[in-house]
């Protein structure tokens, strides 16, 4: 009860009922639609005199049958198609009406029935009670009572219709509900029966029984007509339960039911629309009707004027006004009414005085409804004046002021402060002889209560009782209401019990206003007599007197209450107890509220209802205490139990509970419980979900909660909400979304920095630049100035868009513009060029952060040690990673997981282990990256059995390697020649579900190639076609190589011809891995004829095959085998090979460059492995001065590495793996050489070791390892091998100047041709290995007898004759076990003999061991 509320509402009823006349009359026609529309049939049927019988009996429809043998059994005076054609009709109808009418209340209509002498037929009574029932419904009732009581009357479905309609405009509808139930199914299952009942519930808004009959309509099989759906949408506007959009849901439902809306569906549609104010919906029904066709008329337009009127949509207002006269209707009064109240409701007095001189033009003077429309306009603008000018104006005009324009002038001076104006005015209403009215009383009432005038406002109700109008409920209530205000609690109880004398109570909610002022003023006589007095007037029992007393405030007659309530079988509501208990937790009476809830579980009735309350209450003593984790576990345990529903009350404290200790998964899910249960969501409750789901990275549901809320009247002002939504969005890269946000925000409050940082950040995560600069840009011009967040998100979206290059002309700019370029946007421009990549501008930023004092976060060095790992920058990251670690940082896994990878990619396997040594000392778990990076170094090493170690690690530890792991290690294991461990790890890979490429598969059969085992293969190749990988020629390459390794050349032959029926492309590689597999084999000439074969096929040799037949002549033990091997080349046209090893080899440079160039510009090995076989050649033939200067060639064409050996300043070093062995052997000679110059000369310095990197690995199945060792050995070297890694030779720098400059094998190193071409070949394969021919039994009788032995006492063996190396290696023999037979005397300890091993592995497992292990899994 605010100030002037009551007074100012009512008036406003009463203009808006005065100025909604058009929607009234709209309404009316359509309740009548459907005796309407059935009149204008029956009239017509009566009208058309010439009708054929059938078509009255359609109009009857079903029942013509019943009476037709109904009007046989009577006795007629006139035929039946006599009396249908009879054109008095109406005289016999309105005779008959005229006659009941007459009657007194005494008298009875049977009386007259039975008297009358003129014959009506059915349809005649019809008229007879619609006439009647348009005076008096009860002698309509009597007449239908009287047809139905009469046996040769039969009941039809029209009767039943009319008396319906009867009485539901008479507002019968008990009387309608009755009849409608006892009718019989074959009459009341009629059309226009339903319709007319239908009629009944829409006038009296009962929207909810109107559909329910429709629906039974449908279910009894009888399909609604147009007019059903007219009158069901009339019920809907008549209950205000027209909501947003269904209107064209109606439309769309009557259409699917095969009818065609007419104009009183669409007037009914937009009248409805405009009393719900709906002006979108009633533009798409208007919109629709002009669609199909259906032309508006003018309760059409005057309904359009009202809701775009209603809406405060002006230019639409003038738009439908124009288009009303364009369509040539003329407006009347409702049109210029309707138009006044819409512009008056806004305020525009100038289009009010034009419509107002509009409608005097047009012949309408100002009625009433217009001056009391202006002068309320007036009066709410405070322009007072103008509106005491057309009061007087309207006097004179000759309209008489009414109670109501009265009462909107008091009340619009009350509202004004003008009291004293405001009672001059009751004043002259009086003296108008206007009595005035109960409204008009209360608006004065209100008027002086908000001047603070408590004694006038006295005065003036009892003046008002005085006068003879006795104060109703509501005149009783404003009077309390400003008593209470004024908290005269004395002069508050003296009204109350006049008010009680009077018989009049108040209402519930005026009692808990005076018992909370009472409450407040200690008053405890007065509560305790409120208490009783609502005990005896409000039938709510003790329940309800709880509800009361908590409403007001009292609390402790609450509790007791409560208490007593409980003791007699009632069910505590959470609506008393929570209030109670939020009571005592705000005074810290905790236990207080403990020993109330311990007692609701003891007496309160066990039911699911208490039970819910007793856990609420819980619920809220934990989320005062802060104990969220608490409050959701007893909520969940109760959800689980089975239970019933929480209160909404109870959904928002936990909300709001998991909102603050950001718990936000649980807070949607508590949203979404609470949606579920069809409690409706709150302000908080809504808030809180919206911030929840923007922080769990759903903005669009976030969105749309907010959006709902909206719809729903909450309108959520907190910005911080719209920032988190926005950002939320932007995380997600949907900046569309955020601007929309944000251009929706701009319409109804101020954007502050907030917002504005937020959406350059959104558009910054899409790197939208132009977007985010053009939002900087408006906050320099017209604020809020951007801030270092401001600058950072334009930063971040000049990054993001991929202009690096502009980062430094953007930070100019800024800097021009006064900014202060901060440390956290330079850390930004070092994590992006970092991001990219960029090791140049990281470094150049880092030195000059430095440089500035300034140190980067951890994540930086993280992202920079990852930068440099990646560009294998090993001294920037050791030099990084000591910085780091003296600014104070420590190293993360994440760092050391990065130099990991970059020890193994450069193959620094001891820097590897050292680094995996250091995650170990500083209590680092090894993640899935750690291991992974460990597997692929022990697999790169060739230390599979640490490899499967850590396999076997990570398993136990839960952790799943990578498929690059598995690679490398079966690549190792192919090395390895760990044939089973292979064959289990790929079973693993399988059984895991990779999803294995072709080039698993491929290593996997080199592996059974080199193993021999061709059976295998050729099931691998099965398998790899089930798989749905399609073998390459590649793969059948490998297949034939298998063949080749176990000497089956039929296997290779029978692929080969596989190739050929199945239409690939047979080319130059399936024809080579014939021809080897029968060189390899000795065949020579079956391998001729293959290559002639080949030739013949159209296919011409290339240097796949050149290279062939180049290795094999390098490894035939006679001259004319390589000879004719190389012819055979040159008879197929290259005959370079031929003369390199016959002629003069200098003549050919330039021809061999030409071919250099041309393999090089080939696969990428092609070039390579001619080579390799081409040195083979030359070296095994002696043609070593070719050998050298090809080898030259070779390095200047880039076919060998530039640094395949050198010799610098304090860098000599080599390294021959992937050479062939007469390549290595050549290169090792040159080496020599080179190292024997610097070593006389003394220039370059040496360093103080010298490596010889060999590898391990084979080439064509011949160790470069064991060759050159062979040869050192042969040279009394002082090579040794590494004893940390395998595939190395060691040589001390002095050691090897010395034996350079001194031994005897180093005093011609030059490289030459042997004059003539040696009829043997000069090098032999020895057990994988290239040795000179006459050193192989040599070595063969030393290795069997003294093992191994070091180089300078192989070479000296090896150069003595048969006899005296006898008797060196019986000395030797001897001086050993003299040896231990001393040893055995003295009693010393024996010790197994210490055999020479070169290379020591740690946790180093036998192979037999670890082959059972891996078998095993």
Excluded at 388 to 399: D, I, N, P, T
Excluded at 820 to 837: E, N, W
Excluded at 1316 to 1337: K, T
Excluded at 1349 to 1365: D, G, M, S
Aim: aromatic residues 10%.
């Amino acid at each position: 009860m605010g100030d002037g509320l009551i007074t100012e509402k009512k008036v406003e009823d009463y203009l808006d009922s005065e100025n909604r006349v058009s929607n009234s009359l709209v309404s009316e026609e359509t309740m009548q639609s459907a005796l309407v529309s059935e009149e204008s049939m029956e009239d017509s049927r009566f009208s058309e005199n010439t009708r054929e019988e059938s078509d009255s009996e359609r109009t009857i429809g079903p029942y013509a049958e019943t009476l037709r043998s109904d009007r046989r059994t009577r006795a007629k005076k006139l035929s039946k198609l006599a009396l249908k054609r009879a054109k008095d009709w109406r005289q016999r109808v309105q005779s008959l009406t005229d006659e009941i009418l007459k009657l007194q209340p005494s008298e009875f209509v049977a009386d007259v029935l039975d008297a009358n002498k003129i014959q009506l037929s059915p349809t005649d009574y019809c008229f007879v009670v619609k006439w009647v029932g348009h005076s008096n419904w009860q002698r309509a009732l009597e007449i239908y009572e009287w047809l139905n009581l009469r046996h040769w009357y039969t009941p039809s479905a029209r009767m039943l219709a009319t008396i319906l309609a009867v009485l539901g405009k008479a507002n019968q509808e008990t009387l309608a509900e009755a009849i409608f139930s006892r009718a019989k199914p074959e009459i009341g299952n009629v059309v226009q029966v339903y319709n007319s009942m239908m009629g009944v519930y829409a006038r009296q808004g009962r929207f909810d029984d109107a559909q329910e009959l429709l629906k039974l309509m449908r279910r009894r099989g009888c399909e609604p007509d147009l007019v059903s759906f007219n009158t069901l949408i009339n019920a809907r506007a008549k209950a205000r339960f027209l909501s947003p959009g269904s209107a064209m849901d109606i439309l769309n439902e009557i259409r699917k039911s095969g009818l065609r809306p007419d104009i009183i569906t669409y007037n009914t549609l937009i009248s409805s629309c405009a009393s719900g104010s709906s002006s979108e919906e009633a533009v798409r029904v208007f919109q629709d009707m002009e669609h199909h066709g259906c032309l508006p008329d003018l309760w059409t337009y005057n309904a359009m004027i009202s809701v775009f009127g209603r809406s405060g949509n002006l230019e639409e207002v003038e738009n439908i006004y124009n288009e009303l006269g364009r369509k040539g209707f003329f407006p009347d009064a409702v049109t210029f009414n309707s138009l006044l109240y819409a512009y008056a409701k806004n305020r525009n007095l100038e289009k009010v005085k034009w419509i107002c001189e509009e409608m005097v033009r047009a012949g309408f003077k100002l009625d009433e409804i217009a001056y009391n429309t202006l002068i309320h306009m007036y009066g709410k603008m405070g322009k007072h004046e103008l509106g005491f000018q057309l009061y007087e104006e309207m006097k004179l005009a000759g309209c008489t002021p009414d109670s109501v324009t009265f009462t909107v002038l008091i009340d619009s001076l009350g509202k004004a402060g003008q009291v004293k104006e405001a009672a001059d005015v009751l004043s002259e209403m009086l003296d108008a002889r206007v009595r005035p009215t109960l409204r008009t009383y209360s608006a004065l009432i209100c008027g002086y209560a908000k001047a603070g005038m408590r004694d006038e406002a006295g005065e003036t109700f009892d003046w008002m009782v005085k006068s003879g109008i006795k104060p109703d409920h509501l005149a009783y209530s404003v009077m309390l209401d400003v008593l209470i205000r004024a908290n005269d609690t004395r002069k508050v109880m003296g009204l109350y019990q006049r008010m009680v004398r009077d018989g009049l109570r108040p209402d519930q909610s005026l009692y808990e206003t005076m018992l909370q002022v009472f409450v407040k003023d200690s008053k405890h006589e007065e509560v305790e007599i409120l208490i009783k007095d609502i005990k005896k007037s409000m039938d709510i029992g003790l329940p309800g007197l709880c509800s009361v007393l908590v409403r007001a405030e009292c609390f402790e007659d609450a509790v007791n209450n409560l208490r007593l309530a409980v003791t007699q079988g009632f069910v505590p509501e959470s609506d008393i107890v929570s209030p109670i208990l939020s009571w005592f937790s705000s005074l810290g009476r905790h236990e207080e509220a403990r020993s109330l809830i311990n007692f609701l579980k003891e007496h309160a009735p066990k039911s699911s209802a208490s039970s819910v309350l007793v856990h609420e209450s819980l619920l809220l003593m934990l989320c005062n205490a802060h104990q969220t984790e608490a409050a959701m576990e007893e909520y969940y345990k109760m959800n689980f139990s089975g239970g019933d529903y929480f209160s909404s009350s109870a959904y928002e404290t936990l909300i709001l509970c998991c909102e603050e200790a950001e718990l936000f998964a649980e807070a949607s899910q508590l949203y979404s419980d609470m949606n579920f249960y069809c409690f409706g969501p709150t302000p908080i409750s809504f808030k809180c979900a919206a911030m929840a789901y923007s922080k769990m990275g759903f903005p669009e549901t976030a969105h749309h909660v907010i959006q709902r809320a909206e719809k729903t009247g909450v309108l959520i002002d907190d910005l911080s909400l719209y920032v988190t939504l926005i950002e939320s969005y932007g995380k997600l890269k949907l900046w569309q979304r955020a601007e929309s946000v944000v251009g929706t925000l701009r319409l109804y409050t101020t954007v502050d920095r907030r917002v504005w940082n937020a959406l350059i950040n959104a558009y910054a995560t899409s790197g939208k630049y132009e977007q985010a600069r053009a939002v900087f840009n408006n906050m320099v011009r017209d604020g809020p100035f951007p801030t270092v967040e401001s600058i950072n998100g334009l930063m971040e979206a000049l990054i993001n868009s991929g202009r690096l290059d502009e980062l430094y002309v953007v930070i100019q700019e800024l800097q021009e513009m006064g900014f202060k370029i901060s440390k956290s946007t330079i850390l930004l421009m070092l994590d992006a060029f970092a991001r990219a990549g960029n090791i140049f501008e990281v470094k150049k930023i880092y030195h000059g952060m430095k440089a500035a004092g300034y140190l980067p976060t951890m994540h930086l060095y993280r992202n920079m040690v990852g930068l440099f790992s990646r560009g294998k920058r090993v001294r920037d990251v050791e030099l990084m990673v000591a910085e780091m670690e003296e600014a104070g940082f420590k190293c993360d896994l994440f760092i050391l997981n990065c130099m990991l990878r970059m020890y193994t990619g450069i193959e620094d396997f001891r820097k590897t282990v050292d680094v995996y040594r250091k995650i170990q000392e500083m209590g680092f778990e090894p993640d899935e990256d750690t291991y992974n990076i460990l597997i692929i170094m022990y697999s790169k090493d060739l230390r599979a059995e640490e490899a499967f170690s850590l396999l076997n690690e990570m398993r136990r530890e839960g952790l799943d390697p990578k498929l690059g792991s598995y690679k490398s290690l079966l690549s190792s294991c192919g090395k390895q020649e760990l044939w089973e461990e292979a064959e289990v790890l790929f079973k693993e890979m399988v059984s895991k579900g990779f999803k294995l490429d072709r080039g698993v598969y491929h290593s996997l059969l080199k592996i059974y190639r080199n193993c021999g085992s061709h059976e295998k293969a050729e099931n691998l190749l099965v398998k790899m076609k089930d798989d749905g990988i399609e073998p390459s020629l590649a793969t059948m390459h490998l297949l034939m190589d298998s063949y080749g390794q176990a000497g089956l050349p039929d296997g290779a032959e029978n692929v080969l011809k596989g190739i050929k029926s199945s239409g690939l492309n047979v080319g130059t590689v399936p024809y080579v891995s014939v021809i080897d597999v029968y060189l390899k084999n000795g065949e020579y000439e079956l391998g001729i004829e293959k290559m002639l074969q080949m030739k013949r096929d159209g296919v011409d040799p290339d240097y796949r095959v050149w290279t062939c037949f180049i290795r094999a002549a390098s490894r035939c033990r006679q001259r004319n085998e390589a000879l004719k091997l190389l012819n055979c080349l040159s008879d197929v046209g290259f005959d370079l090979p031929l003369r390199l090893l016959m002629g003069k080899s200098e003549l050919l440079i330039l021809e061999m460059d030409h071919l250099l160039e041309q393999l090089g510009s080939l696969e990428e090995d092609a070039a390579f492995r001619f080579v390799n076989a081409l040195e083979d050649l030359l070296w095994a033939f002696e043609r070593r001065a070719a050998a050298s200067w090809v080898f030259q060639m070779a390095i200047q064409k880039n076919i060998y590495p530039h640094d395949v050996f050198r010799v610098a300043e304090k860098n000599w070093g080599a390294d021959f793996r992937k050479l062939s062995g007469g390549a290595a052997l050549v290169g090792l000679t040159l080496w020599l050489d080179h190292m024997q110059d610097a070593s006389l000369q003394g220039l370059p310095e040496s360093p103080k070791s010298v490596v010889l990197i060999t590898g391990t690995a084979e080439y064509n199945n011949v160790s470069i390892s064991k060759t050159l060792k062979a040869f050192l050995w042969e040279m009394g070297s002082p090579f040794l091998p590494s004893k940390t890694r395998t595939g190395i030779l060691v040589a001390k720098a002095h050691s090897l100047r010395m034996w350079l400059k001194d031994s005897a094998f180093c005093m011609d190193l030059e490289l030459r041709d042997a004059s003539s071409l040696p009829e043997l070949n000069s090098m032999q394969l020895n057990e994988g290995y290239f040795m000179r021919s006459g050193l192989v039994p040599v070595f063969k009788e030393i290795q069997e007898r003294l093992g191994d032995v070091r180089p300078k006492t192989f070479a000296r063996l090896a150069l003595l004759c048969e006899e005296k190396r006898e008797r060196v290696i019986t000395a030797d023999i001897k001086g050993r076990k003299e040896k231990l037979e001393k040893m055995k005397r003295q009693g010393r300890m024996l010790r197994s003999q210490r055999r020479m091993k070169f290379r020591k592995r740690r946790f180093f497992k036998s192979r037999a061991t670890f082959s059972e292990q891996a078998i095993a899994k």
